[in-house]
């Protein structure tokens, strides 16, 4: 069973545009929402990360937009830049039991176009 | 540091051979984790230690899959034997016990079993 579920598959946004990638969960305990951003050939690393208590988070162009009655979080990336072209993955722990338990979503392909 | 190390970056065998991955983490990581990933499942945790001692196997998809960490600077990943359906990428990942709930992923090993 997939307790994260992230949508969609893949994404091609123009230079400038703005990405928004969605995700939803399923376990009402988890408390930690990360995302992951990973560029072909490396490991994934933390992008930026929410905690159920805010709504939203916003790091430079990074925005995580949180709806817990939904169970939803999205990641929007303003100003999308080539560079920005990547995988990207949503994920949810709990903080309880360590935030060992990473269930990730299955990822989406990022590509901004010049 | 030099982040996460992980041994051979590329691996490829032939169906029933031994298969041994490695990992140092990051010094001073209280915690490391195996991942692996495949374009149908995504990523999947197999194993994470804490202190060196395996606290989650339920990942390990069979006994073909073992894993030590023998000491705070050193992990194996083994499967044996190998089939073609465990070709993927395989990540290992470090974290410290306090702190931040990042994981740091190393650069993976893709391995390819003919």
């Known amino acids: 069973q997939q307790q994260v579920k992230q949508s969609p598959q893949s994404l091609i946004v123009q230079k400038g545009g703005i990405s928004i990638i969605n995700c939803a969960y399923e376990n009402t305990a988890f408390d930690y929402f990360p995302w992951y951003q990973q560029f072909p050939g490396k490991g994934p690393a933390l992008l930026i990360a929410?905690?159920?208590?805010?709504s939203e988070k916003k790091e430079g162009r990074f925005t995580i937009s949180f709806n817990k009655s939904a169970k939803q979080f999205s990641l929007h990336i303003m100003d999308s830049q080539p560079g920005d072209s990547a995988t990207y993955f949503c994920?949810?722990?709990?903080?309880?039991?360590?935030?060992?338990?990473?269930?990730f979503g299955t990822g989406t392909r990022l590509t901004v176009i010049p | 540091d030099a982040g996460v190390i992980q041994s051979p970056r590329h691996e490829v065998t032939e169906m029933g051979q031994e298969v041994t991955l490695r990992c140092k983490p990051i010094?001073?990581?209280?915690?490391l984790f195996w991942y692996r990933q495949t374009m149908m499942r995504g990523l999947e945790l197999l194993i994470y230690f804490n202190n060196n001692v395996p606290i989650d196997d339920s990942g390990m998809p069979e006994d073909r899959f073992s894993a030590k960490m023998p000491n705070a600077s050193f992990s194996t990943l083994k499967i044996q034997p190998s089939e073609p359906r465990d070709s993927a990428v395989y990540f290992c990942?470090?974290?410290?016990?306090?702190?931040?709930?990042?994981?740091?992923f190393g650069p993976g090993t893709r391995l390819t079993v003919t």
């Open positions: 929410i905690r159920p208590d805010v």
């Open positions: 990942a470090s974290r410290p016990d306090r702190g931040p709930y990042e994981q740091y």
């Open positions: 010094s001073g990581h209280n915690s």
């Open positions: 994920a949810a722990t709990l903080i309880q039991t360590g935030a060992n338990n990473l269930f």
